[in-house]
């Protein structure tokens, strides 16, 4: 069955369309199946719409699936001290009295929930969480600042967030245009890292323990442990996960931001860079021959057909393509 003909019957079974959607979003989907919901998305706009309501479905549940148990034990203890409560004044009262003590009992009830509901929403250590799946994701948070998520990545935010700015940022890449405010610091956790700004604009990368971010306007302060560096425009910093040290250089390139300029951009860069981003943008298993690990490229390639980009790869560095299963390997050619 080809593409076309997938995407049609895809659109009119919406039961298979939504088991699909689900592996997507569990991450147990192949690279063919997250091309052919890369298709459906990209065939008519109802289709992000579902797929959008199916993913803010899928993150409430997880939301809720992380509360915090103590939480739980102490509104049940806080619950069950009340009702004891409750229990003895209704013993002290005469029975013509039934009706108004049932209406104490409910007024109390309806405010120790909504207490509870109020500490569970808003409450110190609480965090709304946003995550981007099979498409790239842009929001707005509750100070005006603008966040464009990378597929594949998973961030949160203080509840109170215009009086605490605190995201953490747990994996992914996330660009943020961040809202001035001098007396509220914008602040990311990542691991063990710490970045602050006050307002600007940058991107943070986090796979695994590796992380790297780039500065695009304004001053970006990044702390860890008892080291701080400072990061000015058109400068970055890669942090290691196993040396964890912080030395900032300058940016040679724009491959970071390719998920919101839908380009490549590789002005002489090393071969195997562009490489790891193609593989990290389309979910691609892209290797290079022992041989032309030393290449530099300079080109510009459009986030379209994974294909395509590697014909013209091939045809700038005289190289030829080869195909084992998934994996693809690039070769000079003989």
């Not at 459906?40 to 992380?66: D, G, M």
Request: proline share 1%; hydrophobic share 40%.
């Amino acid at each position: 069955m080809d593409y076309g003909i997938t995407t049609i019957f895809l659109i009119r079974r919406k039961r298979m369309t939504d088991e699909l959607l689900i592996k997507v979003l569990l991450k147990e989907s192949t690279i063919e199946e997250n091309e052919m919901v890369e298709k459906w998305l990209n065939a008519a706009e109802a289709n992000k719409k579902h797929f959008t309501q199916l993913e803010t479905i899928w993150q409430v549940s997880n939301t809720l699936k992380n509360e915090s148990k103590r939480d739980e034990e102490q509104a049940w203890t806080s619950f069950k001290a009340r009702r004891a409560d409750l229990k003895l004044q209704d013993e002290n009262i005469r029975p013509l009295n039934a009706g108004k003590v049932w209406l104490r009992i409910a007024a109390v009830l309806f405010i120790a929930l909504g207490g509870w509901i109020a500490y569970s929403l808003y409450g110190p250590g609480k965090y709304t969480e946003l995550t981007a799946t099979a498409q790239v994701r842009t929001e707005t948070l509750p100070d005006g600042s603008a966040l464009t998520l990378n597929k594949n990545t998973k961030i949160s935010y203080a509840a109170n967030f215009k009086n605490n700015r605190k995201l953490k940022l747990e994996q992914g890449d996330v660009f943020f245009d961040v809202a001035k405010d001098k007396t509220h610091p914008f602040v990311i956790d990542i691991d063990k890292i710490s970045v602050e700004v006050v307002g600007t604009s940058f991107n943070i990368k986090h796979i695994k323990k590796d992380t790297e971010i780039n500065v695009e306007t304004g001053i970006v302060k990044v702390r860890l442990a008892n080291d701080e560096v400072k990061l000015y425009k058109g400068e970055k910093i890669i942090i290691n996960g196993n040396t964890r040290k912080l030395v900032k250089e300058q940016s040679t390139d724009q491959l970071y931001n390719y998920y919101r300029s839908n380009l490549f951009q590789a002005n002489n860069i090393p071969l195997s860079k562009l490489v790891i981003t193609l593989n990290e943008a389309y979910g691609s298993n892209i290797t290079l021959d022992e041989k032309i690990k030393g290449l530099t490229i300079n080109t510009t390639l459009k986030m379209g057909s994974i294909n395509q980009n590697l014909e013209i790869i091939c045809q700038t560095l005289n190289l030829q393509l080869s195909r084992n299963g998934n994996t693809l390997l690039l070769s000079a050619k003989k």
